[in-house]
C-alpha cells in the first residue's frame, strides 16, 4: 500500500508503505522500497499488508512504528506521527537520526498529532488537537526555535498543502467534511503566520450528480498536481447499501474551475495518496 508518494529525486529508487490492513490509516511499520532495474510490477503481490517475514527482495523494514508518512521536499527526510494522537518525529534517511518535532513545546491537548507534512517554504504543517476530529492547524519552523505556532483552525483530517510553488497554499476541510475552503499562508514582519484570502472553493452537495452514485457531500483534499500545482486532488465519498462506503478521485482546476473525476470506478474504493511528481 503505497503512503505518501517520494519527491522528484526520490522518484525512481524509494516509496515509503505502510504496514496497515486499513488502507493507510494506521501502521504497525514503514517500509522503504527500492525499485531498481528490472524491477516490475509483476513481481509485486498487493495483500492487505506486508508480513516481515515474507517481504519481497526490494522491501526493507525502515522503521518500526508510526503513519502518516510525508516526504521532505529533497527526498531526504521524512515526517510521522508516531501514532494517531502520537508525537511528530522527522527521520533523517542519509544518518538514520530521528528527531521528536514537538519535544521543545507543550500544548496540552493541542499536543496530540493527527498528521504532519512538509510545504514548499521549508516550514512544516501539523493537526494537532483532543481528537482526530478535533484537531488544529499549526506552523512549525524546522528549526525549532519555538513552539508550533497555533493558526486557531479546525481541519477535518488532513489538508493539501503546495510543495512547489510559493506562496503556500492551504485547501482544508472544515467542520462537516463537505466543503473545502482554500487559503494562502503568508507571515507577517515578525515571522506571524496567517491565512489571507481564506474562501470555499468546492461544496461538495453542489458538486454534479451522476446516475446511479449515491455521494453523501462528503469530500477531502489530498495533493496539489504539480509542477504548477494549480489543480487539487480530492476525495468525493458515496454510500451504497451494495457496496458500503465508496471513494473515487476527483480534480478541480484553481484557474478555471474545471471538474474532473478521474477514476470513474462509482463502485469501488478509489481513494487518491499522492501524485508522482511526472
Known sequence: LLDETPPLSAMSTKTILCNSPLMFRSSLA?????CLAGCSTDEVVVQDRFPKEHLPDHITVHHEGGER???SLDGDAIAFVTEEGGDPREKNLVSGEVRDLSAHSDLGAFSNYY?????ADGNLILMGGPERYDAYMQILAPDLDREPYQMGVKVIEGPAVSRVTLPVKIAYCPEGQDKIRLATLRYGDDGTPVLEDDRLVIDGHAL??????AYSGMIEPQNWRPPDEKELIFSRYSYSEADGFLSETWGWHSETGELVNYSNMPDRYAEPEGIFPD
Not at 498528521?115 to 510545504?119: K, L, N, P
Open 30 to 34: 514503514l517500509y522503504l522500497v527500492a
Open 69 to 71: 508518512v510525508d516526504w
Open 208 to 213: 454534479p450528480a451522476e446516475e446511479g452514485v
Open 115 to 119: 498528521r504532519v507534512m512538509y510545504m
